[in-house]
């Protein structure tokens, strides 16, 4: 099994910043593409930015020039610096990795995307 553990989040005043973490832990022969993903209330959950192993990296529109995404492999952790955050970056922030984990049996390697449970992000006055 693998986990994935979100940190930084909390309550910040419009045009101030934050850093979010993720740390991956469990079964991990390596970990492809990791990303961020946001959901608002009453909203759908919305990508944020994504990150690939070799750190190419999108994001959207609404964030574009805001925030940036990063990743150390070595420490298994993706990053997100937000700044000049508005209330509408408002939203649970989750992250997530596609992971490569071996079977204990067959020694075989297989891919999975995981999820963590999230952490909140309150941008207010």
């Known amino acids: 099994q693998v986990q994935l553990v979100e940190s930084g989040g909390g309550l910040v005043q419009p045009g101030g910043s934050l850093r979010l973490s993720c740390t991956a832990s469990?079964?991990?022969?390596?970990?492809?593409?990791m990303a961020w993903f946001r959901q608002a209330p009453g909203k759908q959950r919305d990508l944020v930015a994504t990150i690939t192993s070799g750190g190419i990296t999108v994001y959207a529109d609404s964030v574009k020039g805001r925030f940036t995404i990063s990743r150390d492999n070595g420490k298994r952790m993706v990053y997100l610096q937000m700044n000049s955050l508005k209330p509408e970056d408002t939203a649970v922030y989750s992250c997530?990795?596609?992971?490569?984990?071996?079977?204990?049996?067959?020694?075989?390697?297989?891919?999975?995307?995981?999820w963590g449970r999230g952490t909140q992000v309150t941008v207010s006055s």
């Open positions: 997530n990795a596609d992971v490569w984990s071996e079977n204990g049996y067959t020694r075989a390697l297989a891919v999975r995307t995981y």
């Open positions: 469990g079964n991990i022969f390596s970990i492809a593409d």
